[in-house]
């Protein structure tokens, strides 16, 4: 099949790009945006991680559940060698991940888990506010959730899992081989496999020709794109600094980070540049919202009304207003009106005043208590999530 540009001459994807947060990633980046390198990505949507699919296909698909991640834990774990009596599958996507790649630079993975940690809770807006609910503009992207049934099994659980993840691989030495960040990324890596098989297996109205494989690798990199560049220009919205060091090193995380997913090096940007650059071709194959876009956007809005961690409804009504400040500040009106969040008053107080705060608490305050009281807190919103989704009926 051969993909096309063919929504780049539609309004949504020129407003934005134009005039909208597309516009603000080039000045941000200094991209130079064009199709010329458009056939050299467009395969990727039909490419797929077939190693981690075949694993899944020899362990998972012939074991009970329990029995196959206790096996893959301990591949994970422990590692394997070329002499073990392991499926070929195996040996094929852990030998190669079990020695560091030559472009791996430790200083740099230090300063984006460093540059993660230090934002706090801005971090957990940014990922939560924009990153995420913005991915939802982009309608083909969102339809291996819906195959999935994610919206049955609720955004308090869906964003849970998200925090987990992205925490767990964004602390110090998280990435080590047999680490704890580098069993996130490989159990990632194998659900996406099991997802995408299972959709290939059970869900009939799969539209390859227009939505791509499920899961595919074009749409995996622009999903990275969000953990590295969108995530940065909301730290910058909200008015975060960080050093060029810093920078470099939240792509260099991801960039590691998206190789042990799977994710093919040619689509693993090493810069706010490329990133952009190459989310810019992406973008110009995904059509705006649709209604399954305004059903996940709002399932995550109405998380915290949900969520139990606030105990009182007025806290979690609060909550939500301010999550629904914060999207209307961090994405762009056209997107916010397709998603159909909430017109709210005063919708740009809170989002303001942090980044008046931001500007003092930079100056006033150390980088490291800043690293140290930021990693405390995430940690604690984490283990309120988890608390919550592993006592509760949240499935």
């Excluded at 049955?152 to 704890?180: C, M, Q």
């Excluded at 996130?184 to 109205?205: E, G, V, W």
């Amino acid at each position: 099949m051969i993909v096309q540009p063919r929504f780049k001459d539609l309004q949504h994807f020129k407003d934005f790009w134009a005039h909208g947060n597309g516009k603000q990633l080039i000045d941000f980046s200094g991209a130079e945006v064009s199709f010329k390198n458009f056939e050299k990505f467009a395969p990727y949507y039909f490419h797929v991680d077939e190693t981690g699919d075949q694993v899944v296909k020899d362990i998972h698909f012939a074991k009970k559940f329990q029995e196959a991640s206790r096996e893959i834990e301990t591949y994970i774990r422990k590692g394997i060698s070329e002499t073990d009596a392991v499926p070929e599958s195996v040996k094929k996507l852990f030998l190669p991940i079990q020695k560091k790649p030559e472009w791996l630079d430790e200083n740099l993975l230090k300063s984006g888990a460093e540059l993660c940690m230090r934002s706090n809770l801005d971090s957990l807006i940014s990922l939560r506010d924009y990153c995420l609910i913005g991915g939802y503009d982009y309608a083909y992207l969102n339809k291996p959730l819906i195959a999935t049934e994610a919206l049955k099994k609720g955004a308090v659980k869906r964003l849970s899992e998200t925090l987990d993840f992205w925490v767990n691989v964004t602390r110090y030495n998280a990435l080590e081989i047999h680490g704890k960040g580098y069993e996130f990324a490989i159990k990632t890596r194998l659900i996406h496999s099991y997802a995408r098989l299972s959709i290939k297996k059970h869900y009939q109205n799969w539209d390859t020709e227009n939505w791509g494989e499920p899961i595919n690798s074009w749409d995996m990199m622009a999903t990275y794109i969000g953990f590295s560049l969108v995530f940065l220009h909301s730290l910058h919205k909200l008015g975060n600094t960080f050093s060029p060091e810093e920078e470099k090193g939240i792509f260099h995380l991801w960039k590691y980070v998206g190789y042990l997913l799977g994710i093919p090096e040619a689509l693993l940007p090493n810069d706010k540049k490329e990133a952009t650059e190459y989310f810019y071709l992406w973008t110009s194959i995904q059509p705006p919202s649709d209604k399954d876009s305004v059903l996940l956007a709002h399932s995550l809005l109405n998380e915290s009304l949900e969520n139990p961690i606030l105990k009182f409804k007025f806290q979690r009504k609060n909550l939500r207003y301010l999550h629904i400040s914060c999207t209307w500040f961090l994405l762009d009106d056209e997107v916010c009106r397709r998603l159909e969040i909430p017109d709210i008053l005063f919708k740009n107080g809170f989002p303001k005043m942090k980044r008046f705060l931001n500007k003092i608490y930079d100056k006033t305050v150390s980088r490291e208590a800043r690293i140290k009281k930021g990693n405390k807190d995430q940690l604690k919103v984490l283990e309120d999530y988890l608390k919550i989704t592993k006592n509760s009926n949240f499935h």
